[in-house]
């Protein structure tokens, strides 16, 4: 498990925090997927014009080969409501503290901040 993100390819990168800040559920620090939110993902970070593009499946399989998410089993409790198309990811880095220590919650904000300034130059263009 190497748990480096910035190992991985900018695309996947990029999906991760946005998945992260975005569809995050903070009681068991879980993401469902289900075909929306591939399909976002797919908009965003699977662009056939770009050559640094992923498929969302490769994604996926980047993160979990480097221990960032790791896909729930069926019989797991929080897995036990999805529906047939959804997939479930825990964070172990999260999960393992059971609590944000103050190094998530300085990368929160840096996430944060860099929205924002994102969204300003968007705004100025």
Known sequence: MNLNIFKLPV????????ML???IECNNYSITIGPER???LADYYSRSNDPDSRAVQN??????KSGLLIKCKKSDLICKAN??????????????????????I???KEIIQLKSELHQEVVNT
């Open 11 to 18: 695309q996947t990168q990029a999906a991760f925090w946005f």
């Open 21 to 23: 800040f975005n569809w």
């Open 38 to 40: 591939r399909k976002i």
């Open 59 to 64: 994604i996926f399989r980047g993160l979990m």
């Open 83 to 104: 529906k047939t198309y959804e997939v479930t990811y825990r964070i172990p880095f999260i999960v393992s503290q059971q609590t944000l220590n103050k190094n998530f």
């Open 106 to 108: 300085k990368l929160h």
